[in-house]
């Protein structure tokens, strides 16, 4: 008997219509003759018996027996997106069906699916052309072209510490922020990988199936229906749940309330409508994991050297997200002034744009100065800090002076709890044998005796701090202000911790200080001038820091102390107008300008991601095209992305995957034109996180620009910004942005030139308007960056 080829058919149960097309379209096909000559079975999914039994069980099983799986996209539907991740783990051949007369249908799917997925689909108005484009496309001609590569059947390696990929939505909400602080204290805390959409927003297929077959566990957390975005991540998180389900990981599946659940993975699914809910069942279920300990694995050094041969398999050249390698990223990284400076200065404010590295710096110093016994190191890293409550506080009829006061007042609170409790989780962690000292074992009862104020979690400091100090503005005397915010920040406390922390730490090599995430509350419907306010006290309290730790008299002993605040520029711009005497600020601006450095990054990674050691340039010469479009290969990869780490690191990562996924034993021309692609819609995605969140209009203001020619006039500029629903008085601010994310290069005489910095910027412009006049060219003209040809279609 002949075998049959088994077809499933997933889409949406609503609207009725795309059933009745589909159902149409299924019997036109089981009537055709090549259908029925090769055997192959349609099966849509109503038709297939759930009565009585678990539905993700009998929907699983059945695409585990089918050799196709076809769904249709048309709708964003939890339950399609959720079995076309599981087809994807289950290693099946895709066809991908929508109907492109319903308006918006194909812009949402780019959105929400194609730049995971990167699968094209095939486009219908109607039952025949459903039936017409599948006896086109004969799937079942090439049942092993799907979309996970070969090395994904494999067990991959345990990494050496459990592991944990955590799908956060880009909402911070109570439930996601005590869920993170619960993994940051988990087993995983050392090898956590977060997928954070505010930081990355589009993270590729290779990347989300290298993370889940390398984890040990998966967590994914989706929205209630009334939240901002919650549509397209849950779309997301559905389908990552189902590649998870399908590679066969454990699972977690979590979701805010109100949220009706996709009927296949609501036994998967807990629903919480408390953060405390929601705690309880990340807890049980942790416990319930049973994550086996590791054997030390073999040393790398040791395998790279058994190695004789250079394959294109065997090269990894690690993340483009700093915090997706905090284990691995000093083995490679590359040292900049900018590290070398906050290495060794006392204060240091380390000021640049998304993807420059700033969080990298901060990685490899922690490493640096862990690598000496006599240092201590604090990060702090605040998770999901609100606010609205300080902004409310701030607007309180406070005096100047007290109001500068209350914020640099709660930073000193919140640094030295900060410092207090790492050093005494240094101190817990020692062997037991090594029994603390008498000033150690002090400061650790002192610390235990205010657990309650010091211990929590930098979230619920701050929001117990400003809680505290609400009405401190009905009292109308000055001196009755200031008592009032010594009373609630403790100040009688820390003055009693500064003299603890001297004994402790005043033998000390150096107590670094590493301030990284507070740019995580600047986002849609913040209060950017209070967040603008508290950012500032911060960078004015930092010399106060500094000096108070090293102060030595006769009750406390002075600590050699480093303190370095890692800030998004964009963000520094909103508090630089608010400074004065700037030119005594720390400032330190991290830049890309010199091609050699961030080539020198990519040869870095190579050198250390092949399987020996060989040159950057042999590995140039034999795994990779030795040109592309015209270009030597590395100037391509220059010319197309941002100058940026991260980014010349994801085009060369995309092109690497593409090549190994199609057995190709070296990356091609064709490899880096399609990983070119891929990069440009993910610059695209990227540099909308730094549009204002009082205006979010840059995502309309760049579609203004598809299909425009390279170059364009001011004139041209400000014309497709008012066609994007811009205000005439906006107009200047998004010719700003678009110039501060490298998106427009501005005329110089010698040329077009992309700003490095906001400064660089206001400058280069103010030129570029003198030109036209002196050169009798016309208005100023600007050049429109090349890694946003491919996403724009611009030639």
């Given at each position: 008997?002949?075998?049959?080829?088994?077809?499933?058919?997933?889409?949406?149960?609503?609207?009725e219509?795309?059933?009745?097309?589909?159902?149409?379209?299924?019997?036109?096909?089981?009537?055709?003759?090549?259908?029925?000559?090769?055997?192959?079975?349609?099966?849509?999914?109503?038709d297939?018996p759930?009565?009585?039994?678990?539905?993700?069980?009998?929907?699983?099983?059945?695409?585990?027996?089918?050799?196709?799986?076809?769904?249709?996209?048309?709708?964003?539907?939890?339950?399609?997106?959720?079995?076309?991740?599981?087809?994807?783990?289950r290693?099946?051949?895709?066809?991908?069906?929508?109907?492109?007369?319903?308006e918006?249908?194909?812009?949402?799917?780019?959105?929400?699916?194609?730049?995971?997925v990167?699968?094209?689909?095939?486009?219908?108005?109607?039952?025949?052309?459903?039936?017409?484009?599948f006896?086109?496309?004969?799937p079942?001609?090439?049942?092993?072209?799907?979309?996970?590569s070969?090395?994904?059947?494999?067990?991959?390696?345990?990494?050496?510490?459990?592991?944990?990929?955590?799908?956060?939505?880009?909402?911070?909400?109570?439930?996601?922020?005590?869920?993170?602080?619960?993994l940051?204290?988990?087993?995983?805390?050392?090898?956590?990988?977060?997928?954070?959409?505010?930081?990355?927003?589009?993270?590729?297929?290779?990347?989300?199936?290298?993370?889940?077959?390398?984890?040990?566990?998966?967590?994914?957390?989706?929205?209630?229906?009334?939240?901002?975005?919650?549509?397209?991540?849950?779309?997301?998180?559905?389908?990552?749940?189902?590649?998870?389900?399908g590679l066969?990981?454990?699972?977690?599946?979590?979701?805010?309330?109100?949220?009706e659940p996709?009927?296949?993975?609501?036994?998967?699914?807990?629903?919480h409508?408390?953060?405390?809910?929601c705690?309880?069942?990340?807890?049980?279920?942790?416990?319930?994991?049973g994550?086996?300990?590791?054997?030390?694995?073999?040393?790398?050094e040791?395998?790279?050297?058994?190695?004789?041969?250079?394959?294109?398999?065997n090269?990894?050249?690690?993340?483009?997200?700093?915090e997706?390698?905090?284990?691995?990223?000093?083995?490679?990284?590359?040292e900049?002034?900018?590290?070398?400076?906050?290495?060794?200065a006392?204060?240091?404010?380390?000021?640049?744009?998304?993807?420059?590295?700033?969080?990298?710096?901060?990685?490899?110093?922690?490493?640096?100065?862990?690598?000496?016994?006599?240092?201590?190191?604090c990060?702090?890293?605040?998770?999901?800090?609100?606010v609205?409550?300080?902004?409310?506080?701030?607007?309180?009829?406070?005096?100047?002076a007290?109001?500068?006061?209350?914020?640099?007042?709660?930073w000193?609170?919140?640094?030295?709890?900060?410092?207090?409790?790492?050093?005494?989780?240094?101190?817990?962690?020692?062997?037991?044998?090594?029994?603390?000292?008498?000033?150690?074992?002090k400061?650790?009862?002192?610390?235990?005796?205010?657990?309650?104020?010091l211990?929590?979690?930098?979230?619920?400091?701050?929001?117990?701090?400003?809680?505290?100090?609400?009405?401190?503005?009905?009292?109308?005397?000055?001196?009755?202000?200031?008592?009032?915010?010594?009373?609630?920040?403790?100040?009688?406390?820390?003055?009693?911790?500064?003299?603890?922390?001297?004994?402790?730490?005043?033998?000390?090599?150096?107590?670094a200080?590493?301030?990284?995430?507070?740019?995580?509350?600047?986002?849609?419907?913040?209060?950017?001038?209070?967040?603008?306010?508290?950012?500032?006290?911060?960078?004015r309290?930092?010399?106060?820091?500094?000096?108070?730790?090293?102060?030595?008299?006769?009750?406390?002993?002075?600590?050699?102390?480093?303190?370095?605040?890692?800030?998004?520029s964009?963000?520094?711009?909103?508090?630089?107008?608010?400074?004065?005497e700037?030119?005594?600020?720390?400032?330190?601006r991290?830049?890309?300008?010199?091609?050699?450095?961030?080539?020198?990054?990519?040869?870095?990674?190579?050198?250390h991601?092949?399987p020996?050691?060989?040159?950057?340039?042999?590995?140039w010469?034999?795994?990779?095209?030795?040109e592309?479009?015209?270009?030597?290969?590395?100037?391509?990869?220059?010319?197309n992305?941002?100058?940026?780490?991260?980014?010349?690191?994801?085009?060369?990562?995309?092109a690497?995957?593409?090549?190994i996924?199609?057995?190709?034993?070296?990356?091609t021309?064709?490899?880096?034109?399609?990983?070119?692609?891929?990069?440009?819609?993910?610059?695209?995605?990227?540099i909308?996180?730094?549009?204002?969140?009082?205006?979010?209009?840059?995502?309309?203001?760049?579609?203004e620009?598809?299909?425009?020619?390279?170059?364009?006039?001011?004139?041209?500029?400000?014309?497709?910004?008012?066609?994007a629903?811009?205000?005439?008085?906006?107009?200047?601010?998004?010719?700003?942005l678009?110039?501060?994310?490298?998106?427009?290069?501005?005329?110089?005489?010698?040329?077009?030139?992309?700003?490095?910095?906001?400064?660089?910027?206001?400058?280069?412009?103010?030129?570029?308007?003198?030109?036209?006049?002196?050169?009798?060219?016309?208005?100023?003209?600007?050049?429109?960056?090349?890694?946003?040809?491919?996403?724009?279609?611009?030639?």
């Amino acid at each position: 008997m002949a075998k049959h080829i088994d077809v499933f058919y997933a889409y949406p149960s609503r609207p009725e219509s795309m059933g009745e097309t589909i159902n149409n379209a299924v019997a036109e096909l089981r009537g055709d003759r090549v259908v029925k000559d090769l055997h192959i079975r349609l099966r849509p999914w109503p038709d297939m018996p759930t009565s009585g039994k678990k539905i993700v069980t009998e929907i699983t099983k059945t695409i585990d027996r089918c050799a196709i799986f076809v769904c249709d996209l048309t709708y964003p539907n939890f339950n399609v997106t959720f079995e076309l991740g599981y087809a994807i783990g289950r290693f099946k051949r895709l066809w991908i069906s929508l109907n492109t007369s319903i308006e918006g249908a194909a812009k949402q799917y780019n959105r929400t699916l194609e730049g995971i997925v990167g699968a094209g689909y095939y486009a219908y108005e109607n039952h025949h052309g459903i039936s017409a484009g599948f006896l086109y496309d004969r799937p079942w001609g090439s049942l092993d072209e799907h979309l996970l590569s070969e090395s994904y059947r494999r067990s991959a390696p345990r990494p050496e510490l459990p592991t944990l990929l955590y799908v956060k939505p880009p909402v911070n909400t109570d439930a996601v922020i005590v869920t993170l602080e619960h993994l940051q204290t988990s087993e995983f805390r050392e090898s956590l990988i977060i997928d954070d959409p505010i930081e990355n927003s589009a993270q590729t297929l290779d990347w989300y199936a290298e993370k889940i077959s390398l984890a040990d566990a998966v967590i994914v957390h989706l929205l209630a229906a009334e939240h901002r975005d919650s549509q397209l991540h849950n779309v997301k998180a559905s389908f990552v749940a189902g590649l998870a389900h399908g590679l066969r990981k454990n699972l977690l599946m979590l979701a805010h309330t109100p949220l009706e659940p996709a009927t296949d993975y609501r036994s998967l699914l807990r629903s919480h409508s408390t953060a405390e809910e929601c705690n309880r069942y990340v807890t049980a279920w942790l416990r319930g994991l049973g994550i086996p300990r590791r054997r030390p694995r073999r040393p790398e050094e040791e395998t790279r050297r058994k190695a004789s041969t250079l394959e294109l398999r065997n090269l990894s050249i690690g993340e483009p997200v700093a915090e997706h390698e905090n284990l691995q990223l000093d083995e490679y990284f590359v040292e900049t002034a900018a590290y070398y400076h906050a290495l060794e200065a006392q204060a240091t404010i380390m000021i640049g744009r998304r993807g420059t590295g700033k969080t990298a710096n901060l990685i490899a110093l922690q490493v640096a100065f862990r690598g000496d016994r006599r240092n201590h190191v604090c990060t702090v890293k605040p998770v999901g800090y609100e606010v609205e409550g300080l902004v409310r506080l701030l607007r309180e009829d406070l005096h100047k002076a007290e109001r500068g006061y209350l914020i640099d007042s709660l930073w000193k609170f919140l640094i030295y709890s900060e410092l207090a409790a790492s050093v005494c989780h240094e101190l817990e962690a020692r062997p037991a044998h090594q029994v603390p000292s008498a000033s150690e074992d002090k400061l650790m009862k002192y610390v235990g005796a205010n657990a309650s104020i010091l211990l929590p979690p930098f979230s619920q400091r701050l929001d117990r701090a400003v809680r505290s100090l609400v009405g401190v503005g009905d009292l109308k005397a000055p001196e009755e202000q200031r008592s009032r915010i010594s009373e609630n920040l403790h100040t009688a406390l820390l003055g009693d911790l500064r003299r603890l922390l001297g004994e402790v730490l005043s033998d000390r090599n150096k107590v670094a200080i590493l301030i990284d995430n507070l740019d995580e509350p600047w986002g849609p419907g913040r209060e950017t001038s209070g967040l603008a306010d508290l950012l500032l006290g911060l960078l004015r309290v930092s010399r106060d820091v500094c000096a108070d730790l090293q102060h030595e008299d006769y009750w406390q002993k002075g600590i050699h102390v480093s303190l370095t605040i890692f800030l998004r520029s964009d963000i520094f711009a909103h508090v630089q107008p608010l400074t004065s005497e700037q030119d005594k600020w720390p400032l330190y601006r991290v830049t890309w300008n010199d091609k050699a450095a961030l080539l020198r990054v990519l040869d870095e990674r190579l050198k250390h991601g092949a399987p020996t050691r060989f040159d950057a340039e042999d590995i140039w010469e034999g795994l990779f095209a030795h040109e592309v479009a015209g270009w030597p290969t590395r100037d391509f990869i220059l010319v197309n992305t941002l100058a940026r780490p991260r980014d010349v690191i994801y085009l060369l990562r995309e092109a690497i995957a593409k090549a190994i996924n199609r057995g190709h034993p070296t990356v091609t021309a064709e490899d880096l034109l399609d990983a070119r692609e891929e990069y440009s819609r993910y610059v695209f995605s990227s540099i909308l996180k730094e549009d204002d969140p009082e205006r979010q209009k840059l995502e309309d203001v760049l579609y203004e620009f598809a299909g425009a020619p390279k170059r364009v006039t001011a004139r041209d500029v400000a014309s497709r910004i008012t066609k994007a629903g811009v205000s005439d008085a906006d107009v200047d601010f998004y010719i700003n942005l678009l110039c501060d994310v490298n998106f427009l290069a501005i005329q110089t005489a010698s040329g077009f030139k992309l700003s490095s910095d906001e400064h660089e910027r206001e400058m280069l412009r103010s030129v570029a308007k003198k030109l036209p006049a002196e050169r009798h060219e016309g208005e100023e003209a600007y050049e429109i960056n090349a890694a946003f040809y491919q996403a724009l279609q611009i030639e």
